[in-house]
């Protein structure tokens, strides 16, 4: 069993869908989430950070830990053809600068936001 | 401010052939990262660096070498390519310890061996 699960999708939705992004672990140990958004053909680039459970909100974007389930999600209101991206969780279990070889990352989810 | 810069961006390698990919920060972060990614697996790390002259294996090392000179600069060796080592490469850098631990990435290598 892979340490961070996560559908690879393709996940396409309509312009102004809420979407739901989730990735599901195995390691209790996890304490720091993020969540990565990818553009085609570039880097990933940091786009939410929670440390343990609880929901953090920024702007469109709100990011859910359920640490009893192992379960994060990633949610988008009113989604943008710009939202169209590959999306991937990563988690650690220690400050990622104490631990810096054990952060984790899931394998993506494409997302296509359709005009 | 460019943040991390890798080079080349594209390259094909013949098998048995080796070459260094290039990576530079300017952001004077102490920790730098090599990773590749492949279709469906994620992001793999090969090798990490805590500062200048320390280095540290990742979870598939095998086939690459690094060395940290400066604090800025962060090659990576692949020594007699393979076919298995096709992937797009990234190279990132982060805040010193206790941050966030905030990666930020280049946009990449892609690197095909045939």
């Known amino acids: 069993q892979k340490e961070v699960e996560q559908d690879p999708g393709p996940l396409s939705v309509p312009e102004g869908a809420i979407v739901s992004l989730n990735c599901t672990y195995s390691?209790?140990?996890?304490?720091?989430f993020m969540w990565y958004r990818q553009y085609s053909r570039k880097g990933p680039e940091l786009l939410m950070y929670?440390?343990?459970?609880g929901n953090k909100e920024d702007g469109r974007f709100t990011a859910q830990v359920d640490k009893s389930s192992k379960y994060i999600s990633l949610f988008i209101r009113d989604s943008q053809p710009s939202d169209s991206a590959t999306y991937l969780c990563?988690?650690?279990?220690?400050?990622?600068?104490?631990?810096?070889?054990?952060?984790?990352f899931g394998t993506g989810t494409l997302l296509a936001v359709q005009p | 401010n460019a943040g991390v810069t890798q080079t080349p961006k594209f390259r094909i390698l013949k098998i048995g052939q080796s070459m260094t990919l290039q990576c530079a920060q300017d952001?004077?972060?102490?920790?730098m990262y090599w990773y590749r990614q492949d279709p469906g697996m994620g992001l793999k790390l090969i090798y990490y660096?805590?500062?200048?002259?320390?280095?540290d294996k990742g979870e598939v090392p095998n086939g690459y070498n690094v060395s940290r000179s400066t604090t800025e600069d962060f090659p990576l060796r692949l020594e007699l390519a393979a076919p298995s080592q096709t992937s797009v490469y990234f190279c990132?850098?982060?805040?010193?310890?206790?941050?966030?631990?905030?990666?930020?990435f280049g946009e990449g290598s892609r690197l095909t061996v045939l």
């Open positions: 990132a850098s982060s805040y010193p310890p206790g941050g966030p631990g905030e990666l930020f």
């Open positions: 390691n209790s140990a996890f304490q720091y």
């Open positions: 929670t440390y343990s459970s």
């Open positions: 990563a988690m650690s279990a220690r400050n990622y600068g104490g631990a810096t070889n054990k952060l984790i």
């Open positions: 660096s805590v500062g200048a002259g320390i280095t």
């Open positions: 952001m004077n972060h102490n920790y």
